[in-house]
């Protein structure tokens, strides 16, 4: 079989590039592994609870890319209203912590307003610049100082990646970590103020049918999708791919949604060291815990940070607490995420675990209201962008594309990116192809 562009993986990036090739007559194959595409944005529907990949809320950046997903999804997307806080020291926080400090102990206060006024002085007036820092734990010690550091940026960051915090770079924080303002930490450290900072303030999200009826509306009536069936080998000198059902697919262009590591593993024709550099990409993997539950709604926040120790999980959080009807009348629903680096979880200790706490905090009562539990598992969700990833990254993208072959999306380019942005790169190739046609 011979197609000018082969799509490999049919999440959100691998999906937007076929609906923009298929507004030509290009010909095109998109070949995804799983029985059904999407990717992340996949959700389970179980005894009348919808359950997404952990919380998946859609935001933009980019007006452009609002337009293209609600002209394809429609009105069916409605604006919501985060509330997200942090649990620490038996009190919940205002999302962001370091804006949000009354409430806690004092000496807590204390330490932490103070280690933020030092950390600003030193930046006016000794020089320190966080922008400049080589690691993410000094940016922390220089951005917001060593009490918030201590008391929630270096645990919460700890749990969440498994990974020394000396080691990370500060290349994947840009939107997604919260700077401070002085008058905000100042004001917050006083009285409790509701916070509306941060990229994700609200967020698009349907009555009905979770997060996937965004990869649904893209993919809706597009010719040339296969799934089911994966990539299995790719001769890039041949310019061949042979998929899982063994059949051989010629192309002309390639665009690959995979994991990176992933693509060059299943690469005839990379140089040994760039077959050799795969080893320095590192990710943490998350498992996701849903319960749907009998009851009135527990919480009313759409996810909570857990930065202490005793907690297993670093978030959890309802979705129901802000969209009522991913549960049935008289139900709620729960999610809870735990990293992991190596071996695989297990499952009956994270359930166990995760029930007690549940109990503990007073979300749930008794374990006999739960009657809805999904556990879905996401093998390197998060990039580790340590020293070596940026390098690596680059070297391999730049072999892939002298070879024809575009990689996209968030593990296709290895990165911490959005929704937003797999859409975005996925359009990005399939114009870059078209133009080049
Ligand atoms: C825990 C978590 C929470 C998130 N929350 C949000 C959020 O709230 N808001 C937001 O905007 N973004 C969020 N994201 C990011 C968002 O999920 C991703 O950016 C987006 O879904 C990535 O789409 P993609 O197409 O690049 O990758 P994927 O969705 O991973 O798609 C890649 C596809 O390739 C397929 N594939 C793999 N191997 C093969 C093979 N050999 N052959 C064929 N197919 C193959 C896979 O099955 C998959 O369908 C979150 C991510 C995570 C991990």
């Known amino acids: 079989m011979k197609v000018e562009t082969l799509i490999a993986g049919g999440g959100l990036a691998g999906l937007s590039c076929a609906r923009e090739l298929h507004r030509t007559s290009h010909a095109y194959l998109l070949v995804e592994k799983e029985k059904e595409a999407g990717g992340l944005c ?22 452009e890319m609002r337009k293209w997903v609600l002209h394809l999804v429609g009105p069916e997307l409605k604006i919501r209203t985060r509330h997200a806080v942090i649990y620490s020291q038996g009190t919940y926080s205002e999302y962001p912590y370091q804006e949000n400090n009354a409430g806690l102990p004092s000496q807590t206060v204390r330490e932490n307003v103070l280690g933020y006024l030092e950390a600003t002085l030193r930046r006016r007036f000794l020089g320190a610049d966080p922008s ?10 220089q951005a917001f100082g060593p009490g918030l550091s201590k008391h929630f940026m270096f645990p919460y960051n700890e749990k969440l990646w498994k990974f020394p915090l000396s080691k990370l770079t500060t290349h994947w924080m840009g939107r997604f970590v919260p700077s401070a303002r002085v008058l905000e930490v100042l004001k917050g450290a006083f009285t409790r103020q509701s916070s509306a900072s941060g990229y994700n303030a609200t967020f698009l999200y349907p009555d009905r049918g979770g997060i996937s009826i965004l990869p649904r509306a893209i993919g809706r009536g597009l010719p040339g999708v296969w799934t089911g069936v994966g990539l299995q080998r790719v001769d890039l000198l041949q310019r061949k791919a042979i998929l899982t059902s063994g059949l051989e697919v010629a192309y002309e262009r390639l665009v690959s949604s995979l994991p990176l590591p992933r693509l060059a593993a299943l690469s005839k024709g990379l140089p040994a060291t760039l077959a050799r550099s795969i080893r320095n990409l590192k990710a943490t993997s998350i498992y996701n815990i849903n319960l749907g539950l009998q009851g009135k709604q527990p919480i009313p926040y759409s996810w909570v940070y857990f930065p202490e120790k005793e907690f297993g ?21 729960l999610y809870v995420e735990f990293s992991y680096r190596s071996g695989r979880p297990d499952a009956g200790k994270l359930g166990k675990h995760a029930l007690q706490k549940l109990k503990e905090l007073g979300w749930i009562q ?15 969700a998060y ?13 391999l993208l730049a072999f892939f594309r002298k070879h024809r072959v575009l990689s996209i999306g968030r593990y296709g380019r290895w990165e911490y990116g959005s929704m937003e942005s797999a859409m975005e790169q996925g359009l990005a190739a399939a114009r870059e192809i078209l133009q080049s046609a």
């Open 313 to 333: 999980f670093h978030r959890a959080g309802s979705v129901s607490a802000c969209v009522p009807t991913v549960a049935p009348k008289g139900h709620a629903s």
């Open 132 to 141: 400049r820092a080589h690691d993410f734990k000094t940016w922390c010690l």
């Open 42 to 63: 996949r959700t389970v529907f179980d005894k009348g609870f919808t359950f997404d990949y952990t919380g998946h809320f859609l935001h933009f950046q980019k007006e």
């Open 383 to 395: 990039v580790i962008y340590d020293e070596k990833r940026d390098e690596t990254v680059a070297g």
């Open 366 to 380: 008794s374990e006999d209201q739960v009657v809805s539990r999904v556990d879905l598992n996401l093998p390197g």
